[in-house]
Nanobody, 128 residues
């Protein structure tokens, strides 16, 4: 059974930091790129960051470059992906979801449809 479990969200003041975690199990996620998306109320789900399976390439949407860092640890039975978020802004407020790429040939797509398994989401709220 494929399972992604997000955690680490919370309420933080502008300028603060949070670290999101995603525990992935049930599939050979170590062979797939992993990503983070977010969805604010009334808005579409948007790409935030992704990392390839070997951690050699990372991708970020422009609005988080220099502030967010994605990383991962691959293990036989359980893989973990983190999103370190620094210098948070009120516009970063959203539900954040981790996701696994559908294909082993992931090459930096920002499209949600190119990701298959999804976590349940974790709320991030940044107050001004």
């Amino acid at each position: 059974q494929v399972q992604l479990v997000d955690s680490g969200g919370g309420l933080v003041q502008a300028g603060g930091s949070l670290r999101l975690s995603c525990a992935a199990s049930g599939r050979t996620f170590s062979s797939y790129a992993m990503g983070w998306f977010r969805q604010a109320p009334g808005k579409e789900r948007e790409f935030v960051a992704a990392i390839d399976w070997r951690s050699t390439r990372t991708y970020y949407t422009d609005s988080v470059k220099g502030r967010f860092t994605i990383s991962r640890h691959n293990a036989n039975a359980k893989n973990t992906v983190w999103l370190q978020m620094n210098s948070l802004k009120p516009e970063d407020t959203a539900v954040y979801y981790c996701a696994a790429a559908r294909s082993v040939d992931y090459s930096g797509s920002y499209l949600p449809d190119d990701f298959g398994s999804w976590g349940q989401g974790t709320q991030v709220t940044v107050s001004s």
